[in-house]
């Protein structure tokens, strides 16, 4: 790890494998809907869960753990927001016209 890099744990990831929508119980009451071929993350205590693994176990769904990642520069990433509305870059007026 270099000068200005930063270690960053990340979230294990969930891969549906198989072809129909999946609901992966998790820890807490909690679960996880994932489409045919769709992917979610899950937190690390999640991953020793028994529904997990039976379903792992099966091949209905693949595990990724990717421990630690490294982010040059050592900042924090930044992810662009697709949510709510964009800005056209066009001012509007409000209020009463």
Known sequence: MGRGELKEATM?????KTQKPLSVPLPGGKILHLGPGKTGQISPKAVDSPHLKRLADAGDVVI?????????????RRRNSTYGHTSSGVSRRGGDR
């Open 12 to 16: 294990p990831t969930v891969s549906n």
């Open 64 to 76: 990724v753990n990717e421990d630690v990642r490294t982010t040059p520069g050592g900042g924090q």
